[in-house]
């Protein structure tokens, strides 16, 4: 599958919270520790970037 770019902030919210909860599903069915550990990991990387879209480029546009 093609990865897909994003230009709209929103849209690459969204798109984060797709994979976030993609990456959720992928942990409750891990079946050894060290899975559970990498996905663990991916997770967190993948929401401290949620978080930094949201308060670098999110919420200043809305503060104007």
Known sequence: MAKE???????MLKNDHRKVEDLFEQFEKARTAARKES?????CTELKIHMMLEEEIFYP???G
């Open 39 to 43: 996905l663990a990991h991916e997770i």
């Open 61 to 63: 546009a809305f503060e």
């Open 5 to 11: 770019t994003f230009t709209d902030a929103i849209a």
